[in-house]
């Protein structure tokens, strides 16, 4: 979020001003990805109150489920899909422990209702590796051991992801900004910091191999 | 706090045995012990090690970064119920009547228990005080009451809302001064006393109790009296400190799998033999029906120990259904559950005038809500030396949840007053803080400490007190900790090594975070010359050799010699094994560097794997349980920690800008896991000194910020550059010589140190946490106190 437009005024960029979380940002960005979804269920037809069955798109894999509408995002995935990496720690918005993407952007699983969200790309922690081949903020992560009980860590490396993903070069107050909402009661926040930024540099000395390789193949 | 080796007896001594001992920089020496005949050798420094005090990525950091590890709250059992504790939506009072039929009748639901005995309370010494009935007493707001299991959490949920419960109300008071008050309703109507957790907490037993206060507890050393009356100096001061809760991210709970031949527990727990004990107890069942499972957990920090309401009522609901019943309390329940206690501390330091202490007088009331325990005096107790010291430590009751351990029980309270005492002593006696404690101070490795905080910070350039003219004013300050050497003797290990050369480890001990697997790891590593992520780390399980209950910083120096032990005498018997195919005898066979080696002629030398072929069976393993200290001596042990901050006089905020802390935990088994310990304790510490406070509402009687937007926690953005040194200290007690740091680290100092920076930048002491903006602007004049 530390790098969303600045030169329009929004609720959103309003918020942010007004010095709150970027988990409260994601809330918002949540809320809005609701409404738009609301085509994919057959617009105006109500449902439930009982268990309607939606297909979900997960870490690229199509799930049918029944679920009741008033289900969250994360108590599909944890309860009705056994995907329990995302954590539920508050459960109203206030920690972020229950990141997920919903197409590439940062979103509180808790705060979002699954049913909102049937034809968006979903992606939890789950899907982030590829079988045990961490992604690289995992690695990262493992080897700041930026870490220790590690209930905050699967939010938290959503966050530092999606950070990295759109701003190739954060500085360390945008990691912070990046993790703002996302609580960590084992105070593990300067080895997310350190694990984040040496993703960023890992990355740039690798883009600046491919440019020096390119250069010299020219 | 677990019990102390002394309980035990040492094994028979039967060799002498030289030990490094001492700190590297002052020179290592060497100490002679009588050891068992079981024991392995002497280890050497780190420096001479390949493993041990060489940083070491975590055993279970990718499962845990990918989210795979299983939590309690992740585990799901085919059949699995979900279950939602009912708590008391009143503060005080009995109930008359509870009508479940209405949940009972909700589809999806399959049990519901009324709890007929709360747990982690304290209990009246004479029960027929109060008239008996079915129900418990009702003694605070969030007080459980009932549990119902359900088909999904959802129904659970709503079935709770069902729950009907009819309450006759009593008169209440929630506030620790209201409560001290001679016409204060009762708490109790009569004595009573809490038992404390296998963490610690918990106070003193049978000591007078008037209305709600419940003490003194005395400690009495010298003469105080005299003590004041030979000194050239006192400094007195008053302190305040807030209730914190525990705040653990993964709450407290169960997933219970009642079966006629064994009860499954899955326990989000530090002790897995704690909560083993308690459901024996509770339900009267022999142990080895009972197995508790807490293969990765979501945080404890002293609150969580034992069966607790939650696990009665899960296992109560199981039983009931026939069914396996998961019950994770909610956020609000959390914060709830269990607490640090807050105090009001009356301190009186008498010293000559080169700094030397003559007296120290400490009283003390802290509210552990229906719980005992907040008593502070351990800093006054124990970090300097005194010839007079008198510490009086009262409890007093309020309808609150109760208090429990959490990290360092007691001492950042009695550090935060008693460490900016001996800074105000320093400023009356005109002496540098640091230099003031070199004269009180006999711990080596602080000494240690406070020379590398010497060294490598910018105290030499600190400034008198409120120097700065603006209103942003900085300053900088330091404190220290002490903690001690707790052994817990239930801790063994079992290694075993198969015939294709892997090695594994079994114990039932628990990994909180604290990284008690790859601390194991490391210790199996070093002594087969292997790397610590091949070996294979399975604890977390009462099926495994029992382990030490996680609480007080136990377990490293716990847990750590049985597993060197075991390890050791596993190659012993390999060895015996092997010899006679090797065509030498076993005492001519050393493990190095991952290969076997003959003594007398290292030219013939075979792989592992190679030597494990020739096992006779497919499997040999050893079994050893942690053999008392070598030596009686009381061993305490602390840190360091400094603070730079910058105080706004206008908006009362206080930024923490740096932190640097020295600290000792004996042997460092994985510094790198052992500095994310400290940087918890000293995040956690700023987050206690800053922000955490639970509010009550002194009108309706319960909490008001049980959630974690208003129960304000430390967050990323107010996180300091943050810099930690380890001290190595031998002290030659054990075959590792291991301590834990999840006390020290931090948490005790964090406050007292903020208080002195705080000071050092203002000229202003801060009796009262958290320095919230609106405590600062009224220490600062600028504002009326407020009440919270
Ligand atoms: S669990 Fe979703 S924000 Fe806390
Ligand atoms: S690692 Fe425990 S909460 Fe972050």
């Known amino acids: 979020m530390a790098d969303s437009p600045k030169t329009t005024f929004s609720r959103r960029g309003f918020l942010k001003g007004a010095g709150v979380t970027a988990a409260t940002t994601v809330i918002e960005s949540a809320n809005a990805l609701a409404r738009e979804t609301k085509d994919a269920l057959h617009s105006d037809r109500a449902v439930g109150p009982g268990s309607v069955p939606v297909k979900l798109h997960i870490n690229g894999h199509e799930y049918s489920v029944a679920i009741e509408p008033r289900y969250t995002l994360a108590e599909t995935l944890r309860d009705n899909l056994g995907l329990t990496g995302t954590k539920v720690v508050c459960d109203r918005g206030s920690c972020s422990a229950c990141t997920v993407w919903i197409d590439k952007t940062p979103a509180l699983a808790c705060m979002t209702l699954a049913i909102d969200v049937v034809g968006r790309q979903i992606t939890t922690i789950e899907g982030l590796s590829h079988g045990d081949t961490m992604h690289q903020v995992q690695a990262a992560f493992v080897k700041h051991d930026a870490m220790q009980c590690g209930f905050c860590t699967p939010g938290m490396v959503m966050s530092c992801a999606a950070l990295l993903d759109r701003n190739p070069n954060p500085k360390l107050a945008d990691v912070k900004h990046a993790v703002s909402g996302n609580l960590c009661r084992c105070g593990t926040y300067p080895k997310v910091f350190a694990a984040t930024l040496d993703v960023a540099q890992q990355r740039r000395q690798t883009a600046g191999l491919v440019a020096l390789v390119t250069e010299r193949e020219a | 706090m677990a019990p102390q080796s002394d309980a035990t007896k040492p094994a028979a001594p ?15 020496q060497s100490k002679e ?71 009972e009748k909700l589809p999806g639901v399959r049990a519901v228990h009324v709890i007929e005995h709360v747990y982690g309370v304290a209990e009246l010494r004479d029960p027929k005080m109060e008239a008996p009935s079915r129900y418990p007493v009702i003694r605070y707001y969030g007080q459980p009451i009932a549990g119902v299991a359900a088909i999904s959490q959802q129904i659970a949920n709503d079935a ?87 705040s653990a991210l993964e709450t407290h709970g169960f997933v219970v799998d009642w079966k006629p031949d064994e009860v499954t527990v899955y326990a989000s727990t530090q002790g897995t033999s704690s909560v083993r ?37 899960a296992a109560n609901l199981s039983r009931k259904a026939n ?122 490795a602080r000494k240690v400490e406070r020379q590398i905080i010497l060294e490598r910070t910018n105290w030499r350039n600190r400034k008198p ?63 087969f010359g292997i ?43 390999l060895f015996a094994a092997v010899a006679p195919q090797l065509g030498t005898t076993a005492d001519n066979l050393v493990l190095k560097g991952g290969r076997v080696a003959f003594k007398n002629d290292p030219s013939k030398s075979y792989t592992l794997k190679q030597v494990t072929a020739k096992m006779p069976t497919d499997e040999i393993s050893a079994q050893a349980t942690r053999v008392a200290e070598y030596s009686k001596e009381r061993i305490t042990y602390g840190g360091v920690d400094y603070v730079e901050l910058a105080v706004d006089t206008e908006t009362g905020r206080v930024h ?25 304790g000293i995040l956690q510490g700023i987050s206690y000194a800053l922000f955490e406070q639970r509010i009550m509402d002194r009108n309706a009687g319960y909490m008001l910020n049980a959630n974690l937007e208003n129960y304000k926690i430390l967050g990323a953005r107010e996180v300091p550059e943050i810099e930690v040194v380890l001290v190595e200290n031998y002290i030659a007690q054990s075959s590792t010589d291991a301590a834990g740091i999840g006390e020290s680290a931090g948490i005790i100092t964090l406050a007292a140190a903020i208080g002195n920076a705080f000071y050092n930048a203002t000229g202003v002491r801060m009796r009262k946490i958290p320095m919230t903006p609106a405590n600062v602007l009224s220490a600062l004049g600028k504002v009326q106190e407020v009440q919270a």
């Open chain 2, 33 to 103: 012990r009588q050891v068992g005949r079981d024991e392995p050798p002497p280890l050497p420094a780190n420096s001479e090690l390949t493993y041990i005090g060489k940083p070491t990525e975590r055993y279970d950091g990718p499962a845990k970064a990918m989210g795979k590890g299983k939590y309690t709250a992740d585990i799901n059992l085919p059949g699995m119920l979900y279950a939602r504790m009912i708590d008391a939506t009143i503060p005080h009072g009995r109930i008359v009547s509870i009508d479940t039929s209405e949940a």
């Open chain 2, 323 to 444: 069914a396996p019943v998961k019950l994770m309390l909610d956020r609000r329940q959390e914060h709830i559950v269990c607490n640090r206690p807050d105090s009001h501390q009356k301190l009186k330091v008498g010293a000559k005038r080169d700094g030397t202490l003559t007296a120290i007088a400490l009283t003390s009331y802290g509210t552990a809500g229906v719980g005992t325990g907040a008593g502070t005096a351990g800093p006054a107790n124990n970090m300097y030396k005194c010839p007079n010291i008198l510490t009086e430590e009262y409890d007093v009751f309020v309808n609150a949840g109760p208090g429990a351990a959490f990290r360092a029980p007691g001492h950042p309270q009695g550090c935060f007053a008693f460490e900016q005492t001996i800074d105000d002593l320093a400023a009356k006696l005109n002496i540098d803080p640091l230099t003031l404690r070199e004269t009180i101070d006999e711990n080596p």
């Open chain 2, 531 to 573: 790397p610590p992520a091949s070996v294979g780390i399975r604890i977390g399980d009462t099926r495994f050799p029992i382990g030490p209950d996680s609480g007080g910083s136990v377990t490293a120096g716990s847990i750590t010699p049985a597993a060197r032990n075991a390890s050791y005498q596993v190659k012993q018997k």
């Open chain 2, 160 to 246: 709770a809302q069902l729950v009907k419960v009819k309450y006759d109300t009593l008169a209440f008071v929630v506030d620790r001064s209201d409560a001290r008050a001679e016409d204060a309703p009762m708490v109790f109507p009569g004595p009573a006393d809490a038992a404390g957790s296998a963490g610690g907490g918990g106070g003193p037993k049978g000591v007078p109790q008037t209305g709600n206060v419940h003490g003194p507890q005395q400690k009495k050393n010298g003469d105080v009296e005299k003590g004041f009356a030979e000194a050239d100096v006192i400094v007195e001061g008053e302190y305040f400190t807030q209730v914190q809760t525990h």
């Open chain 2, 465 to 527: 007190a409120g120097s700065d003219s603006g209103p942003v004013k900085r300053g900088m300050g330091i404190a220290q900790s002490v903690w001690y050497r707790f052994v817990n003797m239930n801790s063994s290990c079992e290694v075993r090594v198969s015939r294709d050369g892997s090695v594994e480890l079994l114990s039932a001990v628990q990994d909180l975070g604290t990284g008690t697997k790859t601390m194991l790891a490391v210790i199996v590593a070093e002594e």
């Open chain 2, 277 to 313: 004990n308690e459901f024996a107890d509770v339900f009267k069942l022999p142990k080895n029906k009972i197995r508790v499972i807490t293969e990765y957990m979501g945080g404890g920090f002293g609150a969580k120990f034992g069966a607790g309401n939650e696990g009665v009522v």
């Open chain 2, 14 to 28: 039967n060799r002498t045995e030289t030990f490094v001992w001492g700190i590297p920089q002052n020179g290592l």
């Open chain 2, 656 to 680: 923490i800008e740096k932190v640097f802390g020295a600290h000792d935990c004996g042997r460092p088994i994985n510094p790198l896991g052992v500095i994310s310990q400290i940087n918890g």
